[in-house]
């Protein structure tokens, strides 16, 4: 059996392109270059992501602006940020995973970012929140109300109250923006 060969730059796009994590290089929030993980991950060919915006992985515009938001001072302030997020599949289910960002340019952090992420399974213990937690947190960030994710969830709305409550506590947080920005960062 032979061995094929490969030369540095093959090498180079093999990695990026069959690399465990998907892995996304963007220019203001446009995506330039994607590896087959990432369009594995979110269910879209290649040529159907270049050029296009990261929106289309958000509900809306408010979903997208506020995830934008809360990581942006933290990349501003670092150069990298990290946070556990959900995002749209092609076929408008949402994942969990563990996304990373650093910028190219830190005088303007969204102009060049290389971006990672990586699926989190329901069952992986490593996360901090519980199945239900994450889809409480998820409708939260999405701008639900207790009434409408209890709704969603087929539960009372005290239930996802106590719920709130107890992500609150976990994390130390007076409100739920704090506890929504506590749970998007990840410290560097």
């Not at 990373?100 to 990672?116: E, G, K, N, V």
């Not at 992420?117 to 937690?133: G, K, N, Q, V, W």
């Not at 998820?138 to 969603?152: D, F, H, P, V, Y």
């Given at each position: 059996m032979t061995s094929q060969k490969f030369d540095t730059d093959d090498m180079t796009a093999i990695a990026f392109d069959r690399a465990p994590v998907g892995l996304v290089l963007t220019e203001n929030r446009m995506i330039r270059a994607s590896n087959a993980t990432f369009c594995d991950m979110v269910g879209y060919e290649k040529p159907a992501l270049l050029g296009q915006s990261f929106r289309m992985f958000y509900k809306n515009e408010g979903e997208?602006?506020?995830?934008?938001?809360?990581?942006?001072?933290?990349?501003?302030e670092k150069g990298s940020y990290s946070d556990e997020r959900l995002v749209r599949h092609k076929d408008g289910n949402q994942f969990w995973c563990r996304f990373r960002a650093i910028t190219l340019t830190p005088d303007q952090p969204l102009a060049r970012t290389i971006l990672s992420f990586a699926y989190i399974p329901e069952h992986m213990p490593s996360t901090s929140l519980t199945r239900r937690e994450r889809q409480v947190v998820g409708l939260l960030s999405q701008g639900m109300t207790s009434?409408?994710?209890?709704?969603?969830?087929?539960?009372?709305?005290?239930?996802?109250?106590?719920?709130?409550?107890?992500?609150?506590?976990?994390f130390g947080t007076k409100n739920t923006t704090e506890l929504l920005a506590q749970l998007m960062r990840l410290e560097a």
């Amino acid at each position: 059996m032979t061995s094929q060969k490969f030369d540095t730059d093959d090498m180079t796009a093999i990695a990026f392109d069959r690399a465990p994590v998907g892995l996304v290089l963007t220019e203001n929030r446009m995506i330039r270059a994607s590896n087959a993980t990432f369009c594995d991950m979110v269910g879209y060919e290649k040529p159907a992501l270049l050029g296009q915006s990261f929106r289309m992985f958000y509900k809306n515009e408010g979903e997208f602006s506020q995830i934008r938001n809360i990581g942006l001072t933290h990349l501003m302030e670092k150069g990298s940020y990290s946070d556990e997020r959900l995002v749209r599949h092609k076929d408008g289910n949402q994942f969990w995973c563990r996304f990373r960002a650093i910028t190219l340019t830190p005088d303007q952090p969204l102009a060049r970012t290389i971006l990672s992420f990586a699926y989190i399974p329901e069952h992986m213990p490593s996360t901090s929140l519980t199945r239900r937690e994450r889809q409480v947190v998820g409708l939260l960030s999405q701008g639900m109300t207790s009434k409408e994710i209890a709704r969603k969830l087929s539960l009372s709305p005290r239930t996802i109250e106590d719920y709130r409550a107890t992500l609150r506590k976990k994390f130390g947080t007076k409100n739920t923006t704090e506890l929504l920005a506590q749970l998007m960062r990840l410290e560097a």
